[in-house]
């Protein structure tokens, strides 16, 4: 089993940057594809990142792939999203997500953290 606990969530102003982490825990970090979700008042979860377990694939969707990058270090056993240029539309929980296999539909992901909160204000 995987168990994730995500942080650096906050408050910040249109334009501005935040780094989230996701720490794991277990022996198998490794071995597990890595994603990013989020979710809006009143929407649905959607898609954001993944970082494939080994490091060679990464996919960040339409929406971010300018401004936020996903990372990952398997010896520190964490998951990283380094959001720029953040956007009122960014506000959400964000969920980190592990899964054993490559994918972006929520059904892919085997293991879920409880959100962290990204507020930008316009």
């Known amino acids: 089993q995987v168990q994730l606990v995500e942080s650096g969530g906050g408050l910040v102003q249109a334009g501005g940057s935040l780094r989230l982490s996701c720490a794991a825990s277990?022996?198998?970090?490794?071995?597990?594809?890595m994603g990013w979700f989020r979710q809006a008042p009143g929407k649905e979860r959607e898609f954001v990142a993944v970082h494939s377990w080994s490091g060679s694939n990464r996919h960040l969707a339409n929406s971010v792939k300018e401004r936020f990058t996903i990372s990952r270090d398997n010896v520190a056993n964490k998951l990283y999203l380094q959001m720029n240029s953040l956007k009122p539309e960014d506000t959400a929980v964000y969920y980190c997500?592990?899964?054993?296999?490559?994918?972006?539909?929520?059904?892919?992901?085997?293991?879920w953290g409880q959100g962290t909160q990204v507020t930008v204000s316009s």
């Open positions: 997500a592990a899964s054993l296999t490559w994918g972006v539909l929520i059904s892919d992901y085997n293991y």
């Open positions: 277990g022996r198998t970090f490794s071995r597990y594809h």
